[in-house]
């Protein structure tokens, strides 16, 4: 049996399933804590959108390549 954390990572966008390139670390200050990081996983075609979405409602704190994440990030 596949451990699923071997497989790659795929893009957090609505009904897509290509490989993740973006890790897109946000968080909403009125529930989290400043140092709290949640992460959406992109591919290249929807980081922008990703990151506007997030953008707009001022939750995007920074956008990362994904080998860049840390354990911590979630």
């Given at each position: 049996?596949?451990?699923?954390?071997?497989?790659?990572?795929?893009?957090?966008?609505?009904g897509?399933?290509?490989?993740?390139?973006?890790?897109?670390?946000?968080?909403?200050?009125?529930?989290?804590?400043p140092?709290?990081?949640?992460?959406?996983?992109?591919?290249?075609?929807?980081?922008?959108?990703?990151?506007?979405?997030?953008?707009?409602?001022?939750?995007?704190r920074?956008?990362?390549?994904?080998?860049?994440?840390?354990?911590?990030?979630?």
């Open positions: 049996m596949t451990d699923p954390r071997d497989e790659a990572p795929l893009c957090s966008a609505k897509c399933r290509a490989d993740a390139r973006w890790g897109i670390r946000w968080n909403n200050p009125k529930i989290h804590t140092e709290r990081r949640k992460v959406w996983l992109a591919c290249d075609e929807h980081r922008e959108q990703l990151s506007q979405f997030l953008g707009m409602r001022g939750f995007l920074d956008v990362v390549p994904v080998d860049e994440l840390e354990p911590t990030d979630g």
